[in-house]
């Protein structure tokens, strides 16, 4: 057994989302979060995308043990298609466990080994020991972990800000001082995703109050799209609507899940409980007493949001005297869904208000001057960013310098880089190939395989499909090409040409005792491609049928 302590991030080094972090102690291996990211307009077909694990299975590594710092889709989303083959004790906080129970009850999925570990409570495995702590986020129940090992001990901060009025009821700041006094800690990883934003983001009571003198501002309905995740800003709605008079509706499954998970565990009030209303119950309402909370800030098609957009909703007609607040962050990709959701909202004469316009949203994220403090609070020996892109890495490194961490010590690590930090810090030693995959229509589709490459090629560059019918012999076209084009800006005619003179050649150049079906199927199938690349300038995709009679 060798002697080591290594971090190997396989996801969220290069990318924001699909997180994945390997912690490697001698002979223990702990997998820290399993997200996903959502697939684009690139990716025709594919749902969600996720670090592949080849480079696991390829030497033999399984988990000791799955450490959940959180549940947004971004840390918990890939866990129930790998977790069969990748299965180990899953320790998380009680609202993460809920919904990760759920996801796999949704997949119709056996359940987990999930373990709720109580906060600033230390659970011991082989080779560490781990103790959760409360950090600020958008989402209940986000913690960072304190590893301690032999060879010295690991802050991971998880996804955090900093909010001095938390509805969490702690302070990262205050919970990282008290989670290292004391020790001495060997490195720190950290979330990077707002390190270019400078300053400090706003706290969530402000949200609350801007909210409410909005409400307050609206003749007709008001209607708040927000994450269905951030429990906090559901709580400020709640609050909102009971300081102006008004009943809420719930709009989306994810959202009412969630509301019913929070509800179970004591997060909403029952003061808040109690102005929930169903649908049918709207009819008796004027639209000033009326809040809608609704997902869907990011366009999604079958979301609350673009439900009332597009009028589907039986109930609820929106006009021009109702209030529409976009309270999230636009997720980068999403920008078009978004703004042609905004522009149906103004078709329907409502005031639309984004993070842009008012105090309606902070982020769950800390800002530079956060990021900075809660650095110089640890004072590891060692600092390496995690969770964003290259750009983002780079200057959460130059941030860790300015305050203090020796610029030696300050490692760039990347997707598949393995970092070994004791018995020697001896810094990024090995890397793994590391690769992704898909998931669609709730399948795993290996990033290695011809199906997705087949997908993108199909959506890019079209396809044209020839049914050939000739003799016995396969000397002679008994019937006219049966050819259909489908996305290729080309004409039926051209086909058939290339088909009939690559045809003609091959009589007059070869011996047709050297012809197999096989063979002369791929020779017309090539003359087609090669002729269409010459017009269209790329390769589309070619599918010839030769039949003989």
Known sequence: ?????????????????????????????????????????HLPGMDLIFPSLDCLRERGIRPTAWLITHGHEDHIGALPFVYKEFSAPIYTTEFTAELIKEKFRGLELAQPEVHVWRIWNKTTFRNAAVTPFPVNHSIPDACGLYFETKYGNLLHTGDYRIDKSAPEGSVTIDNLKR??????????????????????????????????????TSRGRVVVATFASNIWRVKSAFQAARATGRKVVLLGKSLIRNYEISKRLGMIDEADEGLVVSLEELKLLQPSQICVLCTGT?????????????GSMEN???????????????IPGNEKSIGVLINQFWRLGCRVLTGKDADVHVSGHGYCEDLAECIAMVKPKMFMPLHGEFRNLVQHLRLAQSVGVPAENCHLVENGDV????????????????GRDYVANERVISGSADVLKNRVMLAKNGIVEVSLL??????????????????????????RDAIVGCFRELQ??????????????????????????????YKCVVSLFLHRL
């Open 1 to 41: 057994m060798s002697s080591k302590f290594q971090v190997i991030p396989l996801g969220g080094c290069g990318e924001i989302g699909m997180n994945l972090t390997l912690w490697h102690v001698d002979d223990a291996w702990f997998f820290v979060d399993c997200g996903t990211l959502f697939a684009d307009e």
């Open 179 to 216: 989670i290292t006094d004391g020790k001495q800690t060997l490195l720190m990883t950290a979330d990077s995703t707002n390190v270019f934003v400078s300053g400090r983001d706003r706290e969530e009571k402000q949200v609350s109050d801007s909210l409410t003198a909005l409400f307050k």
């Open 298 to 310: 990011q366009g999604e098609v079958f979301s609350g949001a673009n439900r009332l957009a597009f």
């Open 316 to 330: 609820i007609r929106l006009d021009g005297d109702d209030l529409v607040i976009l309270s999230a962050r636009a």
């Open 419 to 434: 970092l070994t930090i004791a018995p020697e810090a001896l810094g990024v030693t090995d890397r793994w190939d590391v």
């Open 470 to 495: 000739t003799d016995n012999g396969l000397s002679r076209i008994l019937s006219e090409p049966k050819i259909f084009v489908r996305g290729v800006n080309t004409s039926i005619d051209r086909v």
């Open 508 to 537: 007059r150049v070869q011996r047709k005792s050297h012809w197999t079906e096989e063979s002369l199927s791929e020779e017309l199938r090539l003359a087609v491609r090669r002729d269409l690349e010459s017009e269209l300038g």
